[in-house]
């Protein structure tokens, strides 16, 4: 008789209000049907969590479904087959999917991406080379980023942020990049290559981008929204641009903030601000992974993460992506 897999997951039990508390989310086991053909069982190794999910709380229209009630919910993962009935898998390959916050699961081939077994750790293929550093790679081919732009990124300490300033780096930009500590200030310097980094909660925003770039920047990569968006907007140079990729200031608000006051910047500088949604740019992925997979291997790229232990703590890892907990990608070990 073939031994049925068990799998712990994490459902929505409610939605947020506000920030999330550990009473919107319920810690379940459930039973895996057994295996039918063409189907693929895989065991998670991590699992991601990102501040977007937050967005998908809300019983609200948007760029994907919310989360359902009582469901499990979903996000990318990485793991390793443990069982197929598809000639396109077979057992010990290590493969990504969107099935995430779960310990196993049962899916189809094409829910699948393969990925190159050499890299470590495996859950390098959540951040620098998943859909974390195809984001911050999409956003700055996007606006055309170039050799001599200066670039400023918010939430640089991020996952996509501290990503953005690397890859940028890389192509020849001047970067400076604002987070929520000192020591996060640091690591942006010493360990990403960062020209200039500023701790947004020690003065005014646009202060400090001042003396960072006191001729101004080309390009603003925007994780934060807000008081850092209304910087920009006052910085950027006369045709400079905008990735709107996030806005985490706000993810928790219950009423929207009103739009920055000095917006008409957008007229007269004759810029340009573009929405970054990282599902565009999937017919591109063999394009990312072969540029950025190049640059890890050849050591050119740090791959920043915080990791926390345990299905029964990716709660606490989501809500700490909000309190700033995290350098680089939040990863859950499963």
């Not at 190794?45 to 919910?73: E, T």
């Not at 920055?260 to 573009?274: C, E, I, V």
Request: aromatic share 8%; glycine share 12%.
């Amino acid at each position: 008789m073939t031994k049925l897999t068990t799998s712990r997951e994490i459902r929505l039990a409610s939605r947020p209000t506000g920030v999330p508390t550990a009473s919107n989310f319920t810690l379940s086991e459930t039973t895996l049907e057994p295996l039918q053909d063409r189907q693929v069982l895989v065991r998670n190794l991590f699992m991601s969590v990102d501040p977007y999910m937050r967005g998908r709380m809300n019983d609200r229209k948007s760029y994907v479904p919310p989360f359902a009630i009582g469901k499990v919910l979903e996000g990318g993962a990485v793991g390793e087959v443990t069982e197929s009935r598809s000639g396109k898998f077979k057992v010990g390959d290590i493969v990504t999917s969107r099935y995430g916050w779960r310990e196993a699961f049962i899916a189809a081939p094409g829910e699948l991406h393969a990925v190159d077994k050499a890299a470590q750790p495996r859950s390098v293929y959540l951040g620098t080379l998943g859909m974390t550093g195809m984001t911050a790679w999409a956003g700055l081919t996007m606006v055309e980023v170039k050799a001599g732009d200066a670039i400023y990124i918010s939430g640089a300490a991020g996952a996509v942020g501290n990503m953005a300033g690397q890859l940028a780096k890389l192509r020849g930009c001047r970067v400076i990049g604002s987070a929520g500590s000192e020591e996060k200030v640091k690591r942006l310097l010493e360990e990403c290559g960062f020209d200039a980094a500023f701790n947004y909660k020690t003065g005014p925003v646009l202060d400090q981008l001042n003396l960072a770039a006191p001729d101004g920047i080309d390009v603003y990569f925007d994780n934060v929204g807000g008081e850092s968006l209304e910087a920009a907007l006052s910085a950027l140079r006369v045709h400079g641009r905008i990735i709107a990729c996030g806005g985490i200031s706000g993810y928790n608000d219950e009423t929207p903030k009103p739009g920055p006051s000095n917006l008409f910047n957008m007229t007269t500088k004759r810029l340009t601000m573009k929405g970054l949604i990282v599902g565009d740019w999937l017919e591109r992925r063999s394009e990312f992974e072969n540029e950025v997979g190049r640059a890890f291997q050849a050591g050119k790229l740090k791959s920043l993460e915080t990791v926390v232990d345990g299905i029964e703590q990716a709660v606490s890892a989501f809500t700490g992506l909000f309190d700033g907990k995290n350098v680089g990608k939040m990863v859950v070990k499963l």
